[in-house]
DNA sequence: GAGCAATCCGTTAGCGATAACATAGAAGAT
DNA sequence: ATCTTCTATGTTATCGCTAACGGATTGCTC
């Protein structure tokens, strides 16, 4: 049997009024038995159950919360869902919230300042109970209202920089700094950079920061550069990895910002019977699912995406249900080098 | 400047009412300037902005929406973030609610009939102004909950079957007849079928089944199949194509229910030297943007996201801004088949 | 059987905003 | 100078629910 079956087909909106009115109780007791708080005889207690089932009754959320002044939600922000790292980041998020009574609500800001401030004023007018944030760079306005929000505030995968709050991320210029360390110590001394054309994806900054800054340490530098924008990042690596090819042929190895342009310039080179690492080196960033099935193991470098998201919903969690603990909780990730079939090892 | 530097620390949370006395003027004339709403005088106007800034006011939204009666959240349902098609079809969602007052609010299935009730529960006590939602096959109550909102409710992805109210999307049933046609024009005769071990991807199943029929109608049937859960698509193809070529050599086409896994079993077949698409031919689902960077493009057929979102969205916001607006629409978007070099023409 | 706690349920007073109406003053009409 | 008509602002009454408290019953103790 359906859960609605109004006996009379009215269209105002059902409140607890009509509930109570049906059960033959006060809306206090329909409230009680909805939310399972208080005494309530058992009697009583299946009478509102069923009234309340067979109206149909959704309670309103937007009247319980501004009474209670508690909201379950936790505002989620992330730059984008084109690069599945973020999908996966809120996927494992959702995991942990949902073995809470909180509920997670995602927004995307698109990599601009702007947008991310307006969308994190948009999420807090709804009085979240926390908020997990990608990245350490917001606007000042930004800063200021998570400040003043007086919630548990996460802001993860990066902690190159110092958070509102919590943070929970691996350190990008490290990150940076160990592959090219890697790379240096395989005996590689021509390399080539290619990344995308982003000035506000400060994780792919960093990591480029990390990178060039160990080279320098060795005496080396980055020989040639490629960025690319928009389009699919595969055929974009392929491209790319032809184009700085042509124009510096001498290149012995090529660090990627993404794995998804990694493997892209990975195809290529196997396509062009380029000797992979022996002639080239590849290396990319993320240690996305997919690599598992290309020809050949792309080196990367994991972002621990799954980590972070556990990690940071669990801090959530933990505060929203006690907030005397702590703030500030700062879980710094190491990852590790993968070094897969087309990075050489001395 | 920061937006909120508070001359007292207050800890008590912001309210309209503190805005009104730094400005001197009513709540009410606050709540206008902050709307944009009826006559204020351009003096009070920046008086008042300046006070909520200087304060780093944020106005409550469950307060106002409780007043106001109107929420401006549209709820968008999709099974799962880990296949790429629903993260594109959010991104055009949100591309065409961003230029309306309107703003999404993500939640996943996991397709789980039973997990979709709860969180469409959830989602509808917060009194959307609309409801986006993956498929039309729901649980008798998500039906009815759907039913009773009495808000513009659209399902999408899918039109073989009967909406609760507008649907927007492809026949999943048509595309897999589509394909079989195709694929038995061709010429080709040993056919095997990959997919996922999904029962409750109804849409999946729907290709599979208009697949078979149109074979059955060309005298044909499967010849093979091998389903997968879990784990990297890309490799999970390449193992499946391996399992069922070794188990029935004689194959002639492979029928992918996705493209990762078609792409997954694209590689396998270039590695081992198999001529496609003259020995075996394959073909997948979806359109995605990956396969551009692939050494081969395989056939595929469009699932239209990005149209399918955007017309979905295009749908809420009408019927928002004009609620006398019939409601039932009905767009049945018609994918084409993409040849692709992995499907031979005759 | 008076006293007292426990159990169950109702009453009252908001939560923080907005709709709808009311009102004061300024500007224009006659 | 009086009467409109705006324009700019304030007042009042909700919106639907829950916290906090209060009042009946009931059952138990001594």
Known sequence: MPANSPSSPLSRPLTLRDVSEASGVSEMTVSRVLRNRGDVSETTRSKVLEAAKSLGYVPNKIAGALASQRVNLVAVMVPSLSNMVFPEV???????????????????????????????????????SGVIIAGL??????????????????????????????????????????????IV????ERIGFLGTKMPLDHRARKRFEGFTEALAKAGLEVADQEFYSGGSALAKGREMTETILTRTPDLDFLYYSNDMIGAGGLLYCLDKGIDVPGQIGLAGFNGVELLDGLPRQLATMDACRAEVGRAAAEIIAKRVSDPSIASGERIVLKPQIDFGDTLRRR
């Not at 998020?93 to 809470?100: C, E, F, G, P």
């Not at 998570?146 to 929970?168: F, H, N, R, S």
């Not at 110590?185 to 590689?188: D, L, M, Q, S």
């Open 90 to 128: 809120l996927t494992s998020i959702s995991q942990v919230l949902d073995q809470t009574e909180l509920q997670p609500v995602f927004g995307v800001t698109n990599y601009e300042p702007e947008r991310e401030e307006k969308v994190l004023y948009e999420m807090l007018s709804w009085r979240p």
């Open 185 to 188: 110590e395989a005996g590689y």
């Open 137 to 182: 760079e917001h606007s000042e306005a930004s800063k200021a209202m998570l400040k003043a929000a007086g919630i548990p505030i996460v802001e993860i995968m990066d902690v190159d920089g110092e958070p509102v709050d919590a943070m929970v991320g691996i350190s990008h210029r490290r990150a940076g700094r160990e592959m090219a360390n890697a």
